[in-house]
């Protein structure tokens, strides 16, 4: 499985927009990056996986270029309850271990 | 609609003394079943997966065990807790098929080993 490399740390403020990078040099062809963020004290939950380019849904966009070398989470407007630690996965499709490192703490602030 | 439980949600236990964790899952068959343990501040370890019934990957040695005696349910054991078990255990279930390979996390069990 590919190793992934993100800040430990970020700052932000309510109402901004948040990216957050993962580097993944190692990705293989057939592996997908996946996103989840962990509340304290409850388990993680999933919020977006991408192969290439560019994904959306209702609560985040994934921004992966040709290389896929590393992918950009983004949390348009965040609010303070946004606070939590975001981990960047990759793996195969059908892939059956996860591995989540140790994340970036997003902290927002009023 | 799918739920996983684990219990119990808290656990203080002296060192030495056994360990049993129990998780399920409704409403699914045939999951992927994992258990993590997460440290104070830590991100979270993968100690054990499985793909079906008394089928049990390790990934970390340690003094912990897994079973799954059922389709559904998977068991974390130690005979002798040390100190540096104590944790936020977190245990999930995948399909590991579909358009999404998507995991699901239960409430946890925080354990202290004193």
């Known amino acids: 499985l590919a190793k992934t490399t993100q800040p430990i740390s970020m700052d932000s403020y309510e109402g901004q927009e948040v990216n957050i990078t993962c580097s993944h040099n190692n990705i293989a062809t057939n592996d997908y990056i996946t996103w989840y963020q962990q509340f304290p004290s409850q388990g993680p939950r999933f919020i977006i996986q991408g192969y290439k380019t560019k994904v959306t849904n209702e609560v985040a966009s994934l921004f992966i270029p040709a290389d896929r070398k590393s992918s950009t989470l983004s949390l348009p407007r965040v609010s303070l309850s946004d606070t939590a630690v975001y981990y960047c996965?990759?793996?195969?499709?059908?892939?059956?271990?996860?591995?989540f490192g140790s994340g970036t703490k997003l902290n927002v602030k009023p | 609609s799918q739920t996983i439980h684990q219990w119990p949600a808290t656990l203080v236990q002296p060192v030495g003394s056994p360990l049993s964790l129990e998780c399920t899952v409704e409403g699914t068959s045939n999951p992927n079943l994992y258990w993590y343990r997460q440290a104070a501040g830590r991100g979270l370890q993968l100690l054990f997966y499985?793909?079906?019934?008394?089928?049990i990957s390790s990934e970390v040695p340690q003094n912990l065990s897994a079973s799954r005696p059922q389709d559904r349910q998977f068991i974390l054991s130690s005979k002798k807790l040390l100190l540096s078990d104590s944790g936020f255990y977190l245990c999930?279930?995948?399909?590991?098929?579909?358009?999404?390979?998507?995991?699901?996390f239960g409430p946890g069990t925080r354990l202290t080993v004193l």
């Open positions: 996965l990759v793996g195969s499709y059908n892939f059956n271990k996860f591995y």
């Open positions: 999930a279930w995948s399909l590991g098929r579909g358009d999404i390979n998507e995991q699901f």
């Open positions: 499985s793909v079906g019934i008394g089928q």
